[in-house]
């Protein structure tokens, strides 16, 4: 879970499960096997491999 106002972090992601939630307020889930995040200004931003 990435907070609001969350202060700006880049970081590599493991292998497991990215979790989000959809503009219309469904659950989509999406496997990855590594990548990175960017956490900056409210926004994220994932380069993954799935």
Not at 12 to 27: A, P, Q, V
Not at 33 to 45: A, L, M, P, Q, W
């Amino acid at each position: 879970m990435v907070l609001r106002n969350h202060a700006p972090i880049i970081s590599t992601l493991s292998k497991g499960d990215i979790l989000f939630m959809t503009k219309d307020f469904k659950e989509e889930v999406i496997p990855v096997v590594g990548g990175v995040i960017e956490v900056k200004s409210n926004r994220i931003v994932v380069l993954a491999d799935l």
